[in-house]
DNA sequence: CTAAAATAGTGTAAATCTTACACTATTTGA
DNA sequence: TCAAATAGTGTAAGATTTACACTATTTTAG
């Protein structure tokens, strides 16, 4: 890397013009078994009265990914999610301020119904369904979020994401809706129940809800003996690690 | 996105200190039937004599992507590649003399012998085969190349990207050596062949070439009429856009 | 000149996985 | 008591993968 054009001597950092660096953050839910995301309209000069994708500068004494679970903190009070970064925008002029480096991160949250804050600085914030955006956002962000759900999507194929966004206990029909929620296609039932069951990631519990007709069975999300790694539950095939 | 803690009026560039940015390029290659990567030695502190990604600031007036083709370019003198963007590295103290976000991507190339320039900041420029790096890499570089290897293992088996290091025309087997090289597995001949033709990317030739054994035929990757757009591959199975 | 070695390429049966769909089970409510 | 609603199981046909044996065409060693 960096910079082996100066030399320890030579290097002066002040030469250098910067770019601003910002982390923003597509904060994905489930709401009533759709899926939404967080957006945050604007108040102020460029963009007034857009919806953005939430988001800030970084400080220097955090890392990207510690700016991007603060950046989330501060819209949805949410702390220890699933977060993952997903691409880096930086393109000239996304910006009519000035040059700025957009470091995006997906986030997934289980829905609480929790008072959304609103900042200062915006209108609103809102959860929105993937299904029904609003048109225009500000900067590049309709970019970005159109990425970050085709990212979402292929994720969950051979990753066990879908599992962030269930409360502790659930049942196996109520994890097929995510599936389907997200990939947007329908899954058959019995083959669902086949694969999820072999995959072993699923911890019976004894436990069962009643609803309109038959109870279900309730499960948990079985975790590594290691307590942090998380099984992985790939829905389509077999594969390694995907980026 | 940004800022929407700034308004207009009272946004100050200058009273946030900001990040450098650069963009590091894990260059691959093919030589000799074997993967390797391209490392320069630096030449100044921090890190003097170390082992390192190639990678530079990125101007302020290009796109981050045209700062790495810039970076490629100036190292290899190669043009119009693949390059992808791998992962955004931000780490506090990853570079002891500053505040480096350093934004890595991944660049195939077809091996040129052409001759690598050596900058007046490095010390030397060489290809290492991926079975046998140097031990300390500069910075946070190890972990940098370790996920882009392992980055291109996975796209390996669901892009049409082994094609980039291949010449022009070339025999089924020499790709399949590629996809063994990437991979780090052998695969069976039979369902190579049955698999790649199947599959409908490659266009016979009526060129063959000789060597030891029976001679064998060169095919041609097939482009999409289109021109730029090219087919997909999956070596292990079926999916979606991954990210 | 011939046979072995080397490399290229084809064929196929068994095992596995996927798909589609029919069936059974258990509850509520008319 | 039976229909509607939801949960859950079973399975046969088809598709794909895997492993491996076979055939083909050349060079090279003797």
């Given at each position: 890397m960096e910079h082996h054009e100066e030399t320890a001597a030579t290097?002066?950092?002040?030469r250098y013009e910067r770019p601003s660096v910002t982390v923003d953050v597509v904060i994905f839910t489930l709401i009533e078994r759709e899926l939404h995301v967080l957006l945050v309209q604007r108040?102020?000069?460029?963009?007034?009265g857009f919806w953005a994708i939430p988001g800030g500068f970084i400080n220097m004494d955090e890392s990207l990914e510690q700016a991007a679970r603060r950046e989330l903190e501060e819209e949805?009070?949410?702390?220890?999610l699933y977060i993952e970064q997903l691409f880096t925008f930086g393109d000239?002029?996304?910006?009519?301020r000035m040059r700025v480096i957009s470091v995006a991160y997906i986030a997934l949250v289980r829905f609480d119904a929790q008072k959304l804050r609103v900042s200062e600085e915006s209108h609103d914030v809102r959860w929105f369904p993937v299904s029904d955006l609003p048109h225009d956002l500000a900067f590049d962000h309709e970019q970005i979020l159109a990425y970050a759900i085709s990212r979402l999507r292929s994720k969950l194929e051979y990753t066990?994401?879908?599992?962030?966004?269930?409360?502790?206990l659930f049942s196996i029909l109520e994890l097929k809706h995510i599936y389907e929620q997200i990939l947007g296609e329908k899954l058959d039932k019995g083959n669902f129940y086949r694969k999820i069951k072999e995959a072993g990631l699923l911890e019976e519990t004894n436990q069962m809800r009643e609803g309109r007709g038959r109870p279900t069975r309730l499960w948990r999300f079985k975790r590594d003996r290691a307590g942090d790694k998380q099984f992985v539950f790939r829905w389509r095939e077999d594969r390694g690690d995907r980026a």
């Open positions: 290097y002066d950092a002040s108040r102020h000069w460029p963009y007034d949805t009070g949410v702390r220890d000239v002029g996304r910006d009519p066990t994401l879908a599992f962030q966004l269930l409360p502790e």
